[in-house]
């Protein structure tokens, strides 16, 4: 093989590399939130915990939870 052609081998095959990694980064960040479904439900879920109590329930003492 002679110098010029291995060089355009390795400049061919360091560019489709990089191209299929990127391509195969996407797929992954893409598919994470697919994955992680469930996991990550739990921290985008809008209602806080204390949204179940009643509007009669009485307030806290401060001073006795410190």
């Known amino acids: 093989m ?14 489709t590399s990089l191209v ?3 391509f195969l980064l996407l797929l ?3 598919g994470l939130p ?3 479904r469930e ?3 739990g921290l ?4 806080p915990p204390y949204a179940d109590l009643p509007a009669t329930t009485p307030m806290g003492n401060l001073d006795r939870m410190v």
Do not use: F, N, P, Q
């Open 28 to 30: 992954c960040v893409a």
């Open 39 to 41: 996991e990550l439900g």
């Open 44 to 47: 985008l879920d809008s209602d």
């Open 34 to 36: 697919l994955v992680l």
């Open 2 to 15: 002679s110098s010029i052609a291995l060089r355009r081998w390795l400049l061919g095959h360091k560019w």
């Open 20 to 22: 299929c990694t990127l």
